[in-house]
């Protein structure tokens, strides 16, 4: 049980440092080898290993969206009672975002985090639309 808890604490606090473009706040939940991967075919698509590279993905992720704002669905966690083996969540949730052309846009996804003792090792993004209006978003 004191997985569920952890996680209760520490989710929506990640997605509120998201929301606020607090970098260090988001990636203190992440290990310095840890891996992210974002979904698509654009130019920020791909997979990121290092906390410094995710850093630099998530300050771009900031530049080009200066609004952001998550609303978590559901969590999910896949062994609730052991906060010290390895863990999946799974974080359904929906992001209205405005990007630096000031054009709005409403997403929604799953992010699935690979855990040890609370901190991700591997983070993957799937946005359930990567069609002309995800690509629209990104585009500069």
């Known amino acids: 049980m004191i997985g569920v808890v952890i996680i209760k604490v520490k989710v929506p606090s990640a997605f ?15 290990y310095d080898d840890a891996i992210f991967e ?5 130019a920020v698509s791909g997979i990121y290993q290092g906390k410094k590279v995710i850093k630099e ?20 966690i896949s062994n609730p009672f052991d906060f010290m083996a390895n863990n999946f969540i799974t974080i359904l949730w ?9 054009e709005a846009f409403k997403q929604s996804g799953i992010t699935t985090v690979k ?3 609370g901190k991700s090792i591997y983070t993957k993004d799937f946005i359930f ?7 629209r978003a990104w585009s500069d």
């Open 16 to 30: 509120k440092a998201l929301n606020n473009h607090d970098l260090d706040g988001f990636l203190k939940n992440y």
């Open 38 to 42: 974002y979904p698509g075919d654009i």
């Open 57 to 76: 993905w998530f300050r771009n992720f900031f530049d080009h969206f200066p609004e952001i704002d998550f609303e978590i669905k559901e969590v999910g």
């Open 94 to 102: 929906d992001v209205k975002l405005k990007n630096k052309r000031g």
């Open 115 to 117: 855990s040890r003792f």
């Open 129 to 135: 639309d990567t069609g002309d209006e995800f690509k």
